[in-house]
């Protein structure tokens, strides 16, 4: 020990001592994990280390400190195919946010955040945490995700139907479904050049039809749905079509969404 210096009594005495100025770095990455990996076990672990490595690396005139807040977010409308086939991936959103004074150069530590951010990524020390396999940076922005999976994008769409238990509303199940889905289709969907799988655009209710529940009594909605898949320009388009919906018809008829709340029965049509 070489120092102690006592902040305050307060998280707004140690913000302050360390930097009245706040400023938050969003980042992306990719995280691939064994079969058994999930963002449950291992994202605190992997935040922890990715602050380790960039308070380590990050050393700017005026800054007095980072903070791993706000907390990462997986953005579970994308998928991304892992270099294992079995495997699991997940995208996830990082926030870090610098704590400094006026003198600090906000673009100059922006930078130097991300550089670190992609460093400690690459160096492999992410891949100790249990089940991590690789850690992949990404990029700063939503386009930088898109590019980084796949530059071409091919919109899928596909429709089902919904039946539910008297009280089953599409607000309430909706976008659930729509993550099981998506899930389900990213197991089963492993092609040459394709990066990954977005959800987007968002599925939506046909309002304009009915359809008639099995159960008496029941609900019953019609929808359409629609993926994305990010692929480049090798990947085979109308392949990478006829797979997303053979894997959607198995996801709707293996019974796994009706573990959902108030969902009795998913219909590919």
Known sequence: VEKVTYLGDSMDDVADALGPLESVV???????????????EFASELESGMLKGVAEDVSLPGVGGITSNPA??????????????GNNCYVFKGEMTVLHDDGADAAGVEAAVLAAVEDTTSSG??????TVEKVTYLGDSMDDVADALGPLESVVDYY?????????SPDEFASELESGMLKGVAEDVSLPGVGGI???PADSELTEYSCTPEVEGNNCYVFKGEMTVLHDDGADA????????????????SGELTSIDTVEKVTYL
Not at 160 to 168: K, S
């Open 238 to 253: 109308a392949g990478v079509e006829a797979a997303v919906l053979a894997a959607v018809e198995d996801t709707t008829s």
């Open 198 to 200: 977005t959800s987007n």
């Open 160 to 168: 089902y139907t919904v039946e539910t238990t008297p009280d089953g």
């Open 125 to 130: 020390e992410l891949t100790s945490i249990d």
């Open 72 to 85: 990462d977010s997986e953005l579970t409308e994308y998928s991304c195919t892992p270099e294992v086939e």
């Open 26 to 40: 969003d980042y992306y990455y990719t995280v691939e994990t064994t079969p058994d990996g999930s963002p449950d």
